[in-house]
């Protein structure tokens, strides 16, 4: 996981919680390590059968009146663990998990400069 972690241009938040991973019209239990604004990962039980490229949504319930909906993609499998990159986030969610990734933030203004390059891409909030 090594190389995985090089990768990532975003910070992450370790934040370990059940989710529901919705695939294929079909939604599984699956398990959060971490998650940034640009996606999450997650570990998925054996029978879990998504691949690379495909959609799926992710909900992660931090409250009653509190949930993060994340469309994403699959961008990698490695054994149970899969990672996936956001595609789009509305702006409740975005909100959220704004404000989970701040608390776990050593540095605040690393947020604000990966909010403002989400939303010169167009991809925060649509």
Request: glycine share 8%; net charge negative; hydrophobic share 45%.
């Amino acid at each position: 996981m090594s190389t995985i972690l090089e990768r990532r241009q975003f910070l992450r938040s370790v934040f370990h919680a059940p989710v529901r991973l919705g695939l294929a019209g079909h939604d599984s239990q699956a398990y959060l390590h971490d998650i940034s604004l640009k996606g999450a990962l997650v570990e998925v039980s054996p029978s879990w059968g998504g691949r690379v490229d495909d959609t799926c949504l992710l909900r992660l319930a931090l409250a009653p009146d509190s949930v993060i909906r994340m469309e994403a993609e699959v961008a990698h499998v490695e054994g149970r663990h899969v990672g996936l990159r956001c595609t789009h986030i509305d702006l409740d969610s975005m909100t959220h998990l704004r404000q989970l990734v701040e608390r776990n933030a050593d540095d605040p203004a690393l947020l604000e400069r990966e909010l403002a390059l989400l939303v010169a891409q167009g991809r925060a909030g649509a």
